[in-house]
């Protein structure tokens, strides 16, 4: 039978060190001397009053959008009592994240408890929430060592932090330093909600570089390395980051929410490739040799540091109204990540080309790779965008074995064309006065840092966009867009953007260096496949030539008209089509070989976006930079 559980609690004051204003307060000790060994330990001290304290480990941390608090990972709990005798506890049936400490003979409030946690091992959905160690470097998202008493407000439960670092090592956080003493840190108190918001990087190769500093905040880029000399230096190479914040600035407002903002960034082939976005950071990584011919495509940070930057504004400043619970349990309705993540990645992208971490080619090859697989994605027709979202973390990672029909986590990159098509109808209609700058400043960008997160329903989207076109049905175009499913992706956003889309032969140069770093072949709009290098098919387009022939993802290519499978043999024959008239495959499917004959003549065929000359250029001008140079000191 269950003890009873008491849900509403009162938290008394450690008397030891009571702060000015009544607030309750654990302190916290967390251990990372063991980083290496991959185990992470903790001490809590906290008062709960009760028989029956419920503790709860946080399992819906913000960011993954997921019911996926790592709570698998803990390899020790131990409860004590004022007097340091050992409790028993027991996990709740019903809720793995509910745990129960049972006290029976001394009474007093005050309670402490031990926490051992096993680093390395993630989920699918908790890896940018989780902690990491290697030889020489950790990663510490605090939720994986916390417990909190059920019914404590975590915006006011004050945390007073104090972690104790491997010999030698440096670290990066949001948190603010109050002292340091050896290799033991003490930082300022923070509620336990801003301290799940504050991941901290570590490491015996550690840089700290101030990026820009402007009236409104300032930016610091901090790294940890596996090794010293995978660390850029503070040099011209950093370039595009100072121009990336402020560009952020001029597209939300000089006066951002935030006085700092850090990128952590882990440079390392130890770690896991992660990006999370937090209010005041964001947690990034890139493999160790990211700066070696630095190329910002190719490392993925380009793509990586703005989406997490613009977090800060879209998802941690404001975000869609379900997902605002104000605690690390009540289930969330993510049905407005096309916002969160969706706005994120358009803007993203965007602020990326204005700041030079890619270029205005591989813009719009971008937008263009993503219709593309829109254009694909035969799941819409019994799948809305809408419950790719609601559905969203149980589309993360697996298999993506006819992931065209099931559809994955579409709200990214559909959300972002969908934003886009919104920026270039505002552009368009107007001829050229408005456009969704000023939406994301006028919705994002007030700076108040105070608030903390302010919550938003689609109907304020709408009012918001109505104001700068009340001629457009947002309401409806929201609705057919995101609720409802469709026949094919509706790609309005091309003609808005003054450019046609066509079926070309020549390879974009992107998806070229893609299919490189990737090992895949891309044939997408010919034979309606992707094969990796070894021959295996990724993914079949439903309708498409080799779907209509009857083959499926997984099974293996061993042979090209006749002869042995390669990379090379496989792009020779779709180009050759024309003359030839088909492509025949050899295909090893489980332990039998099985030929099919494709009819294809339509040789190489990629999408591409070519300029209608009588329209004026909108992904120009959207690419455009806006930096006032002049509010910098850089
Ligand atoms: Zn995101």
Known sequence: MMPIRITSWVLVLLCSSAPTIAQPTMRVHVDATELPRKLLRSSLEFNAPGDTVTLLYPEWIPGIHAPRGPVQNLAGLVPRDSGG??????????????????????????????????????????????????????????????????????????????????????????????????????????????????????????????????????????????????LPQADSTLAPLTALVLESEALFGPAPHFGDYRFLLVVSDQAPRLGLEHRESSLNSAKADAFRDLDWISNGLGYLLPHEFVHAWVGKYRRPVGMVTGDFHTDKNTEGLWVYEGLTQYLGNVLAVRSGLMTFDEFRETLVRYTS?????????????????????????????????????????????????????????????HNLDEFCRSFFGDGDRQRTTVPFATQDLVQALGRLDPKVDWADLVKTRIEETQERFPADWVESAGYRIELVDEVPASLKKRETRGKFIYLGESLGLTVMNTGEINSVTPGGVADVAGIHPGIVIAGVDGLKFSAYRLRAAVEDSPETGHVELLILDGDRFVIFDLPYDGGRRYWSATRREERIDRLRDIATPRRPTENSNH
């Open 373 to 433: 697989v829109r254009l694909r994605e035969q799941g819409r027709q019994w799948r809305p965008l809408r419950d790719t979202a609601v559905a969203g973390y149980t589309l993360r990672g697996g298999s993506g074995s006819w992931g065209l029909l099931r559809r994955g986590q579409s709200y990214y990159v559909e959300g972002a064309l969908t934003w886009l098509d919104f920026d270039a109808r505002l552009r368009e209609r107007s001829a050229g006065l």
């Open 85 to 230: 005798a050992v409790l028993r506890w027991e996990r709740d049936w019903s809720n793995m994240y509910c745990l129960l400490v049972l006290r029976d003979r001394d009474l007093r409030p005050q309670l402490t408890v031990d926490l051992t946690y096993i680093t390395n091992q993630p989920s699918t959905n908790s890896k940018g929430v989780d902690a990491f160690g290697a030889h020489t470097l950790g990663i510490i998202n605090w939720n994986t060592v916390l417990l909190a008493p059920e019914g404590v407000d975590p915006a006011t439960l004050l945390v007073e932090l104090e972690l104790t670092l491997p010999s030698g090592w440096q670290a990066g956080s949001a948190l603010k330093v109050a002292s340091r003493a050896g290799d033991r840190i003490r930082f300022e108190p923070v509620t336990y909600e801003q301290l799940i918001d504050r991941p901290l990087i570590c490491g015996l190769h550690f840089r700290e570089i101030e990026l820009a500093r402007t009236d409104g905040a300032t930016y610091w880029l901090d790294m940890v390395a596996d090794e010293a000399r995978d």
